[in-house]
């Protein structure tokens, strides 16, 4: 219930359209009213060919006495009032007067039926649309940490397979909803008005029908939490297999990747038979109910008839609306169980939305002025988990210095670079920038001055002029010319089929591996951040494109303050200060020369890169 008051707050700015979809709901209950109300006379009056006076609803308000006696009034004028004198007839005026109204209430049925459901479902899109916005909202708002705990593949079932079973909710079945609850109720409050003892018996096994319908409810909950929950793996492994493809066919795991596809596959299909054998179960608990009532009707019926006391149109009246209160109450529980599936997915999405961002920013947080004079960590720590990964670090790094970190795998290279744009948070000490903690200024104005390149380079399925300018439509064309002009783009970019207007496809995997790169820092030129992280930028290419791409580097890098990770130490010799990191701490900090003369772990490591390979190639800090 919480989760579905929840999801109703998502419905208050469409208020006004949802209150139309329920007025249009009840308007269209009356006209059910109205139609079974024309059963009586249909049989009492014509197919008895005679009038028959009602024994049981006597006095009644009746949809066709009361229009009959609207056209046979004497308040009518002269011409209208002969036309009308047909309609007093017993069997043929009649049926021309029920004719007439049959038609006048089955158009209004579809006029109330379209709005009802229109309002409902434009209702239910706007709802879903929001949340799934929301949600994607909440996911881009992360940190990094939150992506290692959650894979993708499960955020994707989450926005798509878990907000898909809400919209079929509420886009569709709740307009089944109003209509079904306004027939029920309607229907209803009409047989007890009519005859309160009939309406009684067919009515008093209704609560019957509540209570296995909610415990059949709670099992199909769980059921299909476990199903969902199945979706995510099955959706997971379909990621990891088609992203790494190569890999796949490569060593010949086809196989082997559909075999664990089928397995994931059995898992989810295992809980939705268990949902299936519980939606199957619960229309035949309602039939068995439902004949109860009916045999009792039919015997008290009996019985009242021999008395005189009931008619035959009467009873036809009674069935008729019992058969549409049961089948409506049976689509009610059919579409209750969607509903307790919708709930499974809304509680999934909502826990993710749920989860307290671990980069947030300080109520009142200002934006940080233009980076002018330094950057200092201020013994800084940070650990995944309990596990340590930096220890108590104090660096100070000046404007306009290149600050390149070198040592083992796991050191801490990449965490120390991931704290200055706060895609984490230190567990101790701070970090500033020209003397301002960085977790007191607005998030969006420190990452706006940091540009970074990353040995895995991330392109999206646009133009290359939309990856260069990314996200922002305002840039100039000139600007964007100018930025890959720098990155040494321009020739490769225009040799292209539709050169900048070159969709690159999924992931850029058009272009070469050093074309994306180049691109890349295109994108990072164009930025135009006073700093830069340079994260491996050049580990996987070829000895001509990193040539290439350390020409575009040393463009980007004049004028900022850099940041450079490399594990080829022949791209750092030119750096301002090297950063030797080993077990999280700073052990050695220097000047390529220097530190060679050191002889301690820089020169161990030159050392074990160059043995035997001659001199170090001359190259700058990429």
Request: one cysteine or more; a positive charge; proline letters at 3%.
């Amino acid at each position: 219930m919480k989760d579905a008051l929840r999801l109703l707050r998502y419905v208050r700015p469409y208020l006004g359209r949802l209150l139309g979809a329920i007025a249009s709901s009840g308007l269209l209950s009356f006209t059910y009213l109205a139609l079974l109300g024309l059963i009586q006379p249909i049989v009492d009056y014509i197919f008895a060919r005679g009038a028959a006076s009602p024994a049981a609803t006597a006095g009644k308000v009746q949809l066709f006495d009361a229009t009959r006696r609207l056209f046979g009034g004497a308040h009518l004028p002269a011409w209208l009032a002969d036309w009308t004198a047909r309609f007093q007839g017993v069997s043929t005026g009649a049926a021309i007067l029920i004719a007439a109204l049959v038609v006048v209430l089955f158009a209004l049925k579809g006029v109330f039926t379209y709005l009802s459901a229109y309002l409902t479902r434009w209702t239910g899109l706007q709802v879903v649309r929001d949340l799934r916005a929301h949600l994607y909202a909440r996911i881009q708002g992360q940190s990094l940490a939150f992506f290692s705990e959650y894979p993708t593949g499960v955020l994707i079932a989450r926005v798509v397979n878990d907000v898909g079973r809400i919209q079929r909710a509420v886009a569709g079945d709740l307009a089944e909803v109003f209509r079904l609850g306004a027939i029920v109720i309607g229907q209803a409050a009409w047989l007890f008005y009519l005859n309160w003892r009939l309406a009684s018996i067919c009515l008093i096994l209704v609560p019957l029908i509540i209570y296995p319908v909610a415990r059949l409810g709670r099992r199909l909950k769980a059921a299909t939490r476990r199903s969902q929950e199945r979706m995510g793996e099955i959706v997971a492994t379909m990621k990891e297999g088609i992203a790494g493809i190569r890999v796949v066919q490569g060593f010949g795991m086809e196989e082997f990747e559909t075999a664990k596809f089928r397995q994931a596959l059995d898992k989810m299909q295992t809980a939705e038979k268990r949902a299936a054998r519980v939606v199957s179960l619960t229309p035949a608990v309602m039939e068995f109910v439902g004949s109860i009532g009916a045999a009792g009707l039919i015997l008290y019926a009996a019985q009242r008839i021999d008395a005189g006391k009931l008619s035959g149109g009467e009873l036809a009246t009674f069935v008729a609306a019992l058969f549409m209160i049961y089948a409506s109450m049976r689509n009610l529980v059919k579409i209750y169980n969607e509903l307790q599936q919708a709930m499974v997915a809304a509680r999934r999405v909502f826990d993710v939305i749920d989860l307290e961002r671990r980069i947030h920013e300080m109520p009142g947080a200002e934006d940080l002025p233009p980076f002018r004079r330094a950057i200092e960590f201020k013994g800084v720590s940070f650990a995944y988990g309990k596990a340590p990964v930096l220890r108590g670090l104090d660096l100070v790094v000046p404007a306009g210095q290149v600050v390149a970190l070198v040592g083992s795998s796991g050191a801490g290279k990449s965490t120390l670079v991931n704290l200055l744009p706060r895609f984490y948070d230190p567990t101790a000490g701070a970090l500033l920038v020209d003397g301002r903690d960085i977790r007191t200024v607005t998030v969006s104005s420190l990452r706006r001055q940091i540009g970074l390149v990353t040995q895995e380079v991330i392109l999206f399925d646009d133009t290359v002029r939309h990856n260069i300018a990314y996200g922002r439509s305002d840039v100039p064309f000139e600007r964007v010319v100018a930025a890959a002009r720098a990155a040494h783009a321009e020739a490769f970019i225009q040799a292209l089929p539709k050169g900048y207007d070159t969709p690159l496809g999924e992931a850029g995997h058009r272009l070469s591996l050093g074309q994306r790169q180049r691109l890349s820092i295109a994108r990072a030129i164009l930025k135009d951040s006073p700093i830069l992280i340079l994260d491996e930028a050049t580990s996987s290419l070829d000895s001509e494109s990193e040539a290439e791409v350390q020409g575009a580097l040393q463009n980007l890098m004049t004028g900022r303050t850099v940041f450079v990770i490399a594990h080829r130490l022949s791209t750092v010799r030119r750096a301002d200060v090297i950063l030797v990191l080993d077990q999280g701490r700073i052990v050695e900090r220097g000047t390529h020369a220097d530190l060679v003369a050191r002889n301690g772990v820089y020169a161990r490591l030159h050392a074990l890169q160059f043995h035997g390979a001659g001199a170090a190639p001359q190259a700058s800090v990429s």
